[in-house]
């Protein structure tokens, strides 16, 4: 009987062991996966924190040198139409070339205006070279309209002595100026040909689609 009780309370020692230890290896795997769940989100956040840092240094790096280029080539641009205005001044020096190009100007004016009495306005020192000129384009005009204008030099109206030169055209008793000074031509010319300059200095920009 003694031997009897002795085997059942090692066969239930046993059992109790046997279901102890799966329970213990159910725990610990579970513990195992959670925790290797627990590192395996801690590296994925991680890495995809690192990956977004990495992106946005690249991305930082990219537009600090975009910038830079861009800066460095609107500089050029400024230098190049800096040091065609410090020239403007130099087409006034040749006088006879000079009241060519007034006559041009005067004559733009004149097809623009279209009125039977204009005023011309420059600096005084051009007015011995803008009547010349003004005689230029009335005869020019008169061949091509078929009529005569009345130009007339406006000396209370005389431009800056600044001015680098080139003259404005007024009509409608005033109320209309056509400026064609050279430093107005300059600026219309910086804006219609800046898409010509750059890609001429810089090569065209893969990324735009429309050009003017």
Do not use: C, H, W
């Not at 627990?38 to 991680?46: L, N, R, T």
């Not at 431009?159 to 209309?176: D, F, Q």
């Not at 219309?188 to 893969?206: K, Q």
């Amino acid at each position: 009987m003694t031997t009897f009780i002795r085997q059942e309370a090692l066969e239930k020692a046993s059992e109790i062991r046997i279901k102890a230890d799966e329970e213990f290896a159910i725990e610990k795997s579970k513990l195992v996966r959670a925790e290797t769940a627990a590192i395996d989100s801690a590296y994925e956040k991680k890495f995809k924190q690192a990956a977004m840092s990495q992106q946005i240094t690249r991305s930082t790096l990219a537009n600090k040198t975009r910038l830079k280029v861009l800066s460095a080539r609107q500089e050029l641009l400024d230098t190049l139409f800096e040091q065609a205005a410090e020239k403007l001044e130099g087409y006034t020096e040749d006088k006879s070339r000079y009241e060519e190009i007034l006559r041009g100007l005067i004559l733009e004016g004149l097809y623009a205006l279209n009125e039977e009495r204009v005023g011309v306005r420059a600096r005084e020192g051009d007015y011995e070279t803008v009547r010349k000129a003004i005689e230029g384009a009335k005869g020019e005009y008169r061949d091509s309209q078929g009529k005569e204008v009345n130009v007339f030099l406006d000396e209370k109206g005389a431009l800056p002595g600044e001015s680098k030169g080139g003259v404005s055209i007024v009509g409608a008793g005033g109320k209309i100026d056509i400026n064609n000074t050279f430093e107005e031509r300059l600026k219309l010319l910086e804006t219609e040909a800046l898409p010509m300059v750059r890609t001429t200095l810089f090569g065209r920009n893969e990324n735009r689609k429309f050009y003017d």
